[in-house]
C-alpha cells in the first residue's frame, strides 16, 4: 500500500494529502464520539455510510450553485476535497427545538421554532466548543463581516434545500451542524461549504413516529445507531432495496447494476 502522509486526525476523519497540490483525502472512520470527546465509541459502518450521504448532498448542493469542497468520491471511505483553511466556527441551524437549545432556554424539545435560527459556536475542543455572540467573530479575527454574511446566506440556502430532500423522503430537520473553509483566488479569499453533511451532525427524525436517526441514538445510548444511519441512506436511494441485501454496503456495485 502506498504510504500516504497524514495532515490531520479529527475524532470522525482524517485527512490526507491529495494527488495534486490544493487537495486533500478525507477519509471516514467508524468512530463516534459525544460530549466533547467524553463519550467514545464505534458505530459498524458509519464512515462507509456517511462518505456516501455527505457524497449525495453536497453534490446535490453544488448543482444549486452553493459552493463546497467536495471533488469526488475515491472509494468506500475517502473523498477527494480541496484543501481549506478552516473557519473556526461551527455553524448550527435550527428548525425545531432540541438538544443545547431545549437545554440551555427550557424550550420543548420537538418545538417547531418560529423562525429558523443560526448559532455560531467557536471551534476549539480545550474550550468545549462555546457559544459564541455574532460580535466575537470579527472583534477576534476568526472571520470578516463579509465572509459571514456569506457564511448566513450559503447556511439558509443549505438548510432551504435541505429541508426539501428531507421533507421528501418523510424526514424532519431539526438542526444540523456546517463548517466552512478559505480558498483562494490570487489574493480573494473566498468561503465554500466544508466537512461533512451526515446524520452524525445533523438531527432527523422521522416525520410520523419522530424516531431519532441521527447520532443522538449514540449520544443517549438508545441502540441501533447502525441501522439509523442506514435506514437514511437508504431513503435516500443509496442502499439497495429489499431482495438485494446481499449488495449491502457493496455500494459499487449497486452502482453499477443501477447504471449510474
Ligand atoms: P446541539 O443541540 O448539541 O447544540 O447540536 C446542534 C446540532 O449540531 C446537532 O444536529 C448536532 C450538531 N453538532 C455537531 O455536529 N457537533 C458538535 O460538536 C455539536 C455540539 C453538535
Ligand atoms: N462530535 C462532538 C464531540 O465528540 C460532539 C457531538 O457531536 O455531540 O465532541
Redesign the pocket.
Known amino acids: 500500500m502506498v504510504r500516504r502522509r497524514q495532515i490531520y486526525e479529527g475524532k470522525a476523519k482524517i485527512l490526507y494529502e491529495g494527488p495534486e497540490p490544493g487537495t486533500l483525502i478525507q477519509y471516514f472512520k467508524d468512530d463516534a464520539t459525544a460530549f466533547n470527546a467524553q463519550k467514545r465509541g464505534t458505530i459498524s459502518g458509519k464512515g462507509v455510510l456517511n462518505n456516501r450521504i455527505s457524497e449525495h448532498i453536497f453534490t446535490a448542493l453544488q448543482t444549486i450553485g452553493v459552493p463546497t469542497h467536495f471533488i469526488r468520491r475515491l472509494n468506500m471511505r475517502e473523498q477527494l476535497i480541496r484543501q481549506v483553511e478552516i473557519v473556526p466556527i461551527?455553524v448550527?441551524v435550527r428548525n425545531v427545538a432540541?438538544?443545547?437549545?431545549s437545554k440551555r432556554l427550557g424550550i420543548e424539545e420537538g418545538t417547531q421554532l418560529p423562525r429558523t435560527i443560526i448559532e455560531y459556536y467557536y471551534k476549539d475542543d480545550a474550550l468545549g466548543?462555546p457559544l459564541i455572540a455574532d460580535e466575537h467573530i470579527a472583534c477576534f479575527g476568526w472571520a470578516s463581516q463579509d465572509e459571514m454574511n456569506d457564511i448566513a446566506d450559503m447556511a439558509i440556502r443549505v438548510n432551504d434545500f435541505m429541508c426539501g430532500l428531507f421533507a421528501a423522503i418523510g424526514i424532519r430537520l431539526v438542526?444540523?451542524?456546517l463548517e466552512f473553509g478559505r480558498v483562494w483566488d490570487g489574493d480573494y479569499a473566498r468561503v465554500i461549504l466544508a466537512d461533512e453533511i451526515s446524520p452524525?451532525?445533523?438531527?432527523l427524525w422521522d416525520m410520523k413516529t419522530s424516531e431519532k436517526l441521527d447520532k443522538d441514538r449514540f449520544r443517549l445510548d438508545l441502540g441501533g445507531e447502525a441501522e439509523a444511519y442506514q435506514e437514511i441512506a437508504r431513503r435516500l436511494g443509496l442502499l439497495p432495496e429489499e431482495g438485494e441485501e446481499n449488495a449491502v454496503l457493496d455500494l459499487d456495485s449497486h452502482r453499477k447494476k443501477r447504471g449510474r
Open positions: 461551527e448550527v432540541a438538544g443545547s437549545l466548543d438542526d444540523f451542524k452524525d451532525g445533523c438531527r
